[in-house]
């Protein structure tokens, strides 16, 4: 019924740049906490690390390594969330994978959806 999709990802040199979206579409009536993680090569994905977060009225934490260089933003009108990330680094390299708190309609309950993934690669 929820379906969470990633864009964004590729290969980018270090020091670069990439903008990663996730769209939440489906029966949704209200989307509370939504947030980014990251699956590293070889490591499985039940020990993803949580890499930013953002309330519904936009309150957001960083995972220390990335603080200064990533922004977490969401426009509630469109159900997405943004990753942008600044001054990548080989260690950044890691499969971004979105998840967030949705309650759908007709429901009085939030649930944890998650997405499928998109790679990012920093690389020269």
């Known amino acids: 019924q929820v379906q969470l999709v990633e864009s964004g990802g590729g290969l980018v040199q270090p020091g670069g740049s990439l903008r990663l979206s996730c769209a939440a579409s489906?029966?949704?009536?209200?989307?509370?906490?939504m947030g980014w993680y990251r699956q590293a090569p070889g490591k499985e994905r039940e020990l993803g690390e949580l890499?930013?977060?953002?309330?519904?009225?936009?309150?957001?934490n960083y995972e220390d390594s990335v603080k200064g260089r990533f922004t977490i933003s969401r426009d509630n009108a469109k159900n997405t969330v943004y990753l942008q990330m600044n001054s990548l680094k080989p260690e950044d390299t890691a499969l971004y994978y979105c998840?967030?708190?949705?309650?759908?309609?007709?429901?009085?309950?939030?649930?944890?959806?998650w997405g499928k993934g998109t790679l990012v690669t920093v690389s020269s």
């Open positions: 998840n967030a708190l949705i309650r759908l309609r007709g429901s009085w309950d939030f649930m944890n959806y």
């Open positions: 489906g029966s949704i009536s209200e989307i509370n906490n």
């Open positions: 890499v930013a977060t953002i309330t519904s009225d936009g309150g957001s």
